[in-house]
């Protein structure tokens, strides 16, 4: 997900985002964890997404104040 994308978002759904990406890499870690996965580089590419959108969802909270 790119940042310009994130910037169109709303509040409710980066949070929405934030989550269900946080459930997805879990999800992840624990089947690559059993047998690997076809490309562990979305590992990676989820913690990153997840990174964007905190980053995000934090500049708007210190806008906020």
């Known amino acids: 997900m790119k940042t310009s994308e994130i910037r ?3 509040t409710a759904e980066i949070v929405e985002k934030i989550d269900n990406a ?3 890499l ?3 870690k624990m089947n ?3 047998s690997p996965l076809d490309n562990p580089l979305r590992i990676r590419h989820t913690r990153r997404d ?3 959108l905190q980053t995000e969802l934090r500049k ?3 806008e906020e104040k």
Request: net charge neutral; proline share 0%; aromatic share 0%.
């Open 8 to 10: 169109e978002l709303t």
């Open 22 to 24: 946080n459930e997805e």
């Open 26 to 28: 879990v999800r992840m």
């Open 32 to 34: 690559h964890a059993v």
């Open 50 to 52: 997840i990174a964007r």
């Open 60 to 62: 708007r909270q210190l």
